[in-house]
């Protein structure tokens, strides 16, 4: 089953950019990179996910690794309402009808700090 | 486009009783996931739904159980609840299976 580990917590100043590392040494071929932030009791919100190639949208970047063993989520300029915990996960791509259990760490609990 | 709604949002049981949770995916989303959330264990995942057929089963007991319909709204049921599964169940559902997942805000449910 695909695993990812990522540190317990981390600080982050606000305006600055935060960088949350992600390994994911057993990623398959096939499998896509997933970030997701959770907000206290709230659902797991999407980020961005991406495959091989650095990924950027409005919410954040992904750089994943050449080898595809670990990945970067950038969130280029933090804000207060950025502190929530952040998943990485893989998943295979859509259709494929072959998931492997989906198994969601415990995250990172990243903090804005004014 | 309505996201994916759960229902109800808390609920409170004791011991020995069954639960019956709701799930309705947006709207075309023909995939339902559900997981088990605990501050000590995180997100566990517990059973995925594609089509009307279980696709992947978590490590819980049979006690837990699901079902997903023809117009893939999903139910998942607990049977002799026990303490230890108070916890923030929540659903997902994707257009297919695998893909990007859209998260419900949860059912709170506390056992007592």
């Known amino acids: 089953d695909a695993k990812t580990t990522q540190p317990t917590s981390m600080d982050c100043a606000e305006g600055r950019a935060a960088n949350l590392p992600c390994n994911h040494s057993t990623i398959s071929g096939n499998e896509y990179v997933y970030w997701y932030r959770q907000i206290h009791s709230q659902g797991p919100q999407y980020i961005i996910h991406?495959?091989?190639?650095?990924e950027t949208n409005e919410m954040a970047s992904l750089i994943i690794t050449e080898d595809r063993k670990s990945s970067t989520l950038i969130l280029p300029h933090a804000t207060l309402r950025d502190t929530a915990v952040y998943y990485c996960?893989?998943?295979?791509?859509?259709?494929?009808?072959?998931?492997?259990?989906?198994?969601w760490g415990l995250g990172t609990s990243l903090a804005v700090n004014p | 486009k309505a996201g994916v709604t759960q229902t109800p949002r808390y609920l409170i049981k004791t011991r020995g009783q069954q639960v019956t949770l709701s799930c309705s995916p947006i709207s075309g989303h023909r995939s339902v996931s559900w997981y088990q959330q605990t501050p000590g264990q995180g997100l566990q995942f517990l059973f995925e739904?594609?089509?009307?057929?279980?696709?992947n089963k978590g490590n819980f007991p049979g006690r837990f159980s699901g079902r997903q319909f023809s117009n893939s709204r999903s139910e998942m049921n607990v049977s002799t609840l026990e303490l230890g599964d108070s916890a923030l169940y929540l659903c997902?559902?994707?257009?297919?299976?695998?893909?990007?997942?859209?998260f419900g805000s949860g059912t709170q449910l506390s056992v007592l």
């Open positions: 996960i893989v998943r295979a791509p859509m259709g494929t009808g072959n998931n492997r259990k989906l198994i």
């Open positions: 739904y594609f089509s009307e057929t279980q696709r």
């Open positions: 991406g495959l091989k190639n650095n």
């Open positions: 997902a559902s994707s257009p297919g299976s695998g893909g990007s997942l859209f």
